[in-house]
């Protein structure tokens, strides 16, 4: 029997696999700040839809100068000669790896399909969903990153 929904074990699986694909990929340490309630995104978002016995969707969003920052991580080039399509790669190669690596974790019980990531950009961008619908909302980064992680769940 699948264990339902639970807030708290979401958000740890994700959290864990965020912090763990951002530290491989740039070599940064990045920290949950916060797990309050908050359906706002910043100003880039990465968004994937997760298919299959878990159901649901990722968003990861930041701003441009937090992404300027990690995009330089990563590539080792200043921040300011990052590129916004190198900041829309980063920010759905990011979301890929955090929900794959979901995935791994999960392990054959429940399981859900990839889909191809994608990224909005714009402002007041905000998370409206149906009544009842589940969503974890935390605000994960360091001293210099600040990034947005929302899961939305249908079960």
């Known amino acids: 029997m699948r264990e339902e929904f639970s807030p708290r074990r979401v ?8 912090g763990e694909v951002v530290a491989t990929v740039s070599g940064a340490s990045i920290d ?6 908050d359906a706002g995104f910043c100003g880039v978002v990465g968004c994937m839809s ?18 300027r920052v990690l995009c330089s991580y990563i590539a080792g080039v200043p921040a300011d000669e990052v590129t916004r399509e190198e900041m829309d790669d980063t920010l759905c190669e990011l979301v890929n790896m955090t929900a794959g690596s979901v995935k791994l974790r999960l392990g ?11 990224v909005l950009r714009g402002a007041g961008i905000c998370l409206g969903t149906k009544k ?13 990153v600040s990034l947005r992680l929302k899961v939305v769940s249908g079960r």
């Open 50 to 67: 997760l298919a299959g016995s878990i159901g649901g969707t990722i968003l990861l969003s930041a701003e441009e100068d937090d992404l």
């Open 11 to 18: 958000g740890a699986l994700f959290a864990d696999a965020l």
């Open 32 to 37: 949950m700040l916060s797990d309050e309630p």
């Open 108 to 118: 054959v019980g429940e399981n859900f399909t990839l889909t191809p990531p994608f």
């Open 132 to 144: 009842r619908t589940r969503f974890v909302s935390l605000r994960m980064g360091n001293e210099e």
